[in-house]
């Protein structure tokens, strides 16, 4: 099969033609002058289809009339993705805006309904007859160039280069990189102004204002999270009532990547909407604004997803499982109030793993609330307009050179990352617990990030005023969250408050009188030693009511270490006999009020 009228279709071909092979099933010296074949040329704009039939009459072979297949369309390669799933790359030119368009159409589509509304809704005007279709996916599948590409299917680190969202890639790839989502993406991560007119603006500006300048290191941390193999992503939430800074800081970190105003997402959406935007923003950052208007009863599992950077399991139709989808990425989060109150608002129990994945950031603890200095703004107000101003003027040079800077200096990512955990984490004391450390090391993450800005002269920052910067917000977090652990307190909150809720209802006072107790769900029994009331709480009670929630060991361990829970001596279990002809129970006594920090130093 011939391509006739060759140069119309491959003028397009922007894949290094000298690679590109056209294939026909007979070589050129095959076909003799005058011999009869079918062939494909351009015509009008129109990718043409000319056929063969044999004339009942003669005997001879002879052309059918021309078929119109669709718009003028090049085959310029083929493509595989990450999942092992094969695909053809086309390259045509758009009649209404006179651009140019890559696609990888999936080799599964070709031929099926889903790939001609596909090429349809590109404005490839595909022909509606059966004839014409089965000739085109013909042509879509045998003809044109055999040219090899990478399709990817989210930005990030690739084959030794880094492909931003605009389609971009960063370095000199180990094979071609083909990012068909390009287009969707290109006017949020768009570049607007240079990195120094971005130092001497948004970077001037946020100098000294330790709330801005951590949020500029989330927004950089996401291309070191594999870089370091790191397990998750890290979020941070800044929350405070309105018209405090807290979107300008967003805004300003939004910078770093592209426009502050496209890049900008709400939390309202579905699960699978703020899934794929977080897949979609992998090795880099994504920025939802104000927590409040997603949906409070979803959203625990949702961030846990996100931040996890790994898809839900899904079966295939064809059977077993479809392959699991992963990233890593920063997110910036906005809100009035912090993440875990809106969780509990929505009747979760909020987990420890929530708040350290999206840490819940105070955005209203600097001299002007969100902010420091103020750099001879009237008010923090007007600071903010300017701030918000200037990042919204100049954008996404920062991350562009910073992942150049990174490609250079690969070696020492690890190092520089380790450095800022173990400064860190000098700083905790012993009694610190596990989550604070873990947290403690996402905070050094940051650090690091905006450690090596500086060392590449990328912010107008030193590399200790950017160390200090994050250091401080972390200092603000902990006296917010505290040295213990969030998951110990609010069991031992939850034990205590039902105990002090149902003291007089539903325990019975021992020893009981000859009258017959009239209580009605019973929890157990209660007596008077040592000038305390001890209760004792029958096993359905405390499993379903007082550690409700919480793994059995785990709990016991936690409110025996707060002074809530005895443990009888001389056996492994934790219940005690309550009395002749009672069963067992739990010996347990209300916490102390001079016993708020019982776990910390434990």
């Given at each position: 099969?011939?391509?006739?009228?060759?140069?119309?279709?491959?003028?397009?071909?922007?894949?290094?033609?000298?690679?590109?092979?056209?294939?026909?099933?007979?070589?050129?010296?095959?076909?003799?002058?005058?011999?009869v074949t079918e062939y494909y040329f351009v015509q009008n704009s129109d990718l043409i289809y000319v056929g063969t039939k044999i004339d009942h009459t003669t005997g001879e072979r002879q052309n059918l009339a021309p078929l119109r297949l669709c718009k003028t369309l090049a085959v310029i390669g083929q493509g595989i993705d990450d999942y092992g799933d094969h695909s053809r790359v086309l390259q045509w030119s758009d009649s209404l805006t006179k651009q140019e368009h890559t696609l990888a159409l999936a080799a599964a589509d070709i031929g099926e309904r889903d790939g001609w509304k596909l090429l349809n809704s590109k404005g490839l005007a595909v022909a509606s007859g059966r004839a014409a279709r089965e000739k085109l996916a013909d042509y879509l599948q045998s003809q044109g160039g055999q040219t090899r590409y990478l399709i990817a299917n989210q930005s990030g680190w690739k084959c030794g280069a880094f492909v931003l969202p605009t389609g971009e890639v960063i370095g000199t790839p180990e094979s071609r990189i083909l990012y068909p989502a390009s287009a969707t993406y290109l006017p949020a991560f768009a570049q607007r102004g240079t990195s120094a007119e971005w130092r001497n603006t948004v970077g001037a500006l946020a100098k000294d204002n330790p709330l801005a300048m951590t949020a500029v290191a989330c927004s950089l941390a996401g291309a070191l999270l594999e870089l370091i193999e790191a397990r998750d992503g890290i979020g941070l939430h800044l929350h405070?009532?309105?018209?405090?800074?807290?979107?300008?800081?967003?805004?300003?970190?939004?910078?770093?990547?592209?426009?502050?105003?496209?890049?900008?997402?709400?939390?309202?959406?579905?699960?699978?909407?703020?899934?794929?935007?977080?897949?979609?923003s992998n090795s880099m950052m994504l920025y939802l604004d104000e927590i409040g208007a997603g949906d409070s009863k979803k959203m625990g599992s949702i961030i846990y997803t996100m931040l996890n950077g790994v898809?839900?399991?899904?079966?295939?139709?064809?059977?077993?499982?479809?392959?699991?989808?992963?990233?890593?990425?920063?997110?910036?989060?906005?809100?009035?109030?912090?993440?875990?109150?809106?969780?509990?608002?929505?009747?979760?129990?909020?987990?420890?793993?929530?708040?350290?994945?999206?840490?819940?950031?105070?955005?209203?603890?600097?001299?002007?609330?969100?902010?420091?200095?103020?750099?001879?703004?009237?008010?923090?107000?007007?600071?903010?307009?300017?701030?918000?101003?200037?990042?919204?003027?100049?954008?996404?040079?920062?991350?562009?050179?910073?992942?150049?800077?990174?490609?250079?200096?690969?070696?020492?990512?690890?190092?520089?990352?380790?450095?800022?955990?173990?400064?860190?984490?000098?700083?905790?004391?012993?009694?610190?617990?596990?989550?604070?450390?873990?947290?403690?090391?996402?905070?050094?993450?940051?650090?690091?990030?905006?450690?090596?800005?500086?060392?590449?002269?990328?912010?107008?920052?030193?590399?200790?005023?950017?160390?200090?910067?994050?250091?401080?917000?972390?200092?603000?977090?902990?006296?917010?969250?505290?040295?213990?652990?969030?998951?110990?307190?609010?069991?031992?909150?939850?034990?205590?408050?039902?105990?002090?809720?149902?003291?007089?209802?539903?325990?019975?006072?021992?020893?009981?009188?000859?009258?017959?107790?009239?209580?009605?769900?019973?929890?157990?029994?209660?007596?008077?030693?040592?000038?305390?009331?001890?209760?004792?709480?029958?096993?359905?009670?405390?499993?379903?009511?007082?550690?409700?929630?919480?793994?059995?060991?785990?709990?016991?361990?936690?409110?025996?270490?707060?002074?809530?829970?005895?443990?009888?001596?001389?056996?492994?279990?934790?219940?005690?006999?309550?009395?002749?002809?009672?069963?067992?129970?739990?010996?347990?006594?209300?916490?102390?009020c001079d016993e708020p920090e019982a776990t910390n130093h434990t």
């Amino acid at each position: 099969m011939m391509l006739n009228n060759l140069n119309a279709i491959s003028q397009f071909n922007t894949a290094n033609p000298d690679n590109t092979t056209y294939l026909a099933p007979k070589a050129d010296s095959e076909i003799s002058a005058n011999s009869v074949t079918e062939y494909y040329f351009v015509q009008n704009s129109d990718l043409i289809y000319v056929g063969t039939k044999i004339d009942h009459t003669t005997g001879e072979r002879q052309n059918l009339a021309p078929l119109r297949l669709c718009k003028t369309l090049a085959v310029i390669g083929q493509g595989i993705d990450d999942y092992g799933d094969h695909s053809r790359v086309l390259q045509w030119s758009d009649s209404l805006t006179k651009q140019e368009h890559t696609l990888a159409l999936a080799a599964a589509d070709i031929g099926e309904r889903d790939g001609w509304k596909l090429l349809n809704s590109k404005g490839l005007a595909v022909a509606s007859g059966r004839a014409a279709r089965e000739k085109l996916a013909d042509y879509l599948q045998s003809q044109g160039g055999q040219t090899r590409y990478l399709i990817a299917n989210q930005s990030g680190w690739k084959c030794g280069a880094f492909v931003l969202p605009t389609g971009e890639v960063i370095g000199t790839p180990e094979s071609r990189i083909l990012y068909p989502a390009s287009a969707t993406y290109l006017p949020a991560f768009a570049q607007r102004g240079t990195s120094a007119e971005w130092r001497n603006t948004v970077g001037a500006l946020a100098k000294d204002n330790p709330l801005a300048m951590t949020a500029v290191a989330c927004s950089l941390a996401g291309a070191l999270l594999e870089l370091i193999e790191a397990r998750d992503g890290i979020g941070l939430h800044l929350h405070t009532e309105t018209s405090s800074g807290k979107s300008t800081c967003a805004d300003v970190a939004a910078s770093i990547w592209g426009s502050p105003v496209k890049l900008m997402q709400s939390w309202d959406g579905t699960g699978v909407g703020l899934t794929n935007s977080a897949e979609f923003s992998n090795s880099m950052m994504l920025y939802l604004d104000e927590i409040g208007a997603g949906d409070s009863k979803k959203m625990g599992s949702i961030i846990y997803t996100m931040l996890n950077g790994v898809s839900r399991t899904q079966g295939h139709k064809d059977g077993g499982n479809r392959a699991k989808r992963s990233w890593l990425m920063s997110l910036i989060s906005t809100g009035e109030i912090p993440m875990s109150q809106f969780l509990n608002e929505g009747g979760h129990t909020v987990r420890g793993g929530q708040e350290i994945r999206m840490l819940d950031i105070p955005a209203d603890v600097g001299r002007y609330r969100a902010f420091d200095s103020i750099h001879g703004c009237k008010n923090g107000g007007d600071f903010a307009i300017k701030l918000t101003a200037a990042a919204r003027s100049h954008y996404g040079s920062i991350g562009r050179e910073f992942v150049e800077w990174l490609m250079a200096n690969k070696d020492s990512v690890k190092d520089q990352v380790s450095a800022a955990e173990n400064r860190m984490l000098l700083e905790l004391p012993a009694y610190a617990a596990p989550t604070v450390q873990r947290a403690t090391r996402k905070f050094a993450i940051l650090a690091a990030a905006l450690e090596m800005a500086a060392k590449a002269q990328l912010t107008g920052w030193t590399v200790e005023e950017s160390y200090q910067a994050v250091a401080t917000t972390w200092q603000r977090w902990l006296s917010v969250f505290g040295m213990s652990s969030r998951d110990d307190e609010r069991l031992i909150e939850q034990a205590n408050g039902i105990l002090a809720s149902h003291q007089f209802s539903r325990f019975v006072v021992l020893p009981m009188t000859d009258k017959e107790p009239v209580t009605q769900n019973l929890m157990g029994y209660k007596r008077i030693q040592d000038g305390r009331d001890v209760f004792l709480v029958q096993p359905h009670a405390f499993k379903n009511e007082i550690i409700k929630g919480y793994e059995m060991k785990k709990a016991c361990d936690v409110l025996h270490k707060a002074g809530m829970l005895e443990k009888p001596q001389g056996r492994d279990g934790w219940s005690t006999a309550i009395g002749s002809r009672l069963g067992q129970g739990y010996k347990m006594r209300l916490r102390l009020c001079d016993e708020p920090e019982a776990t910390n130093h434990t």
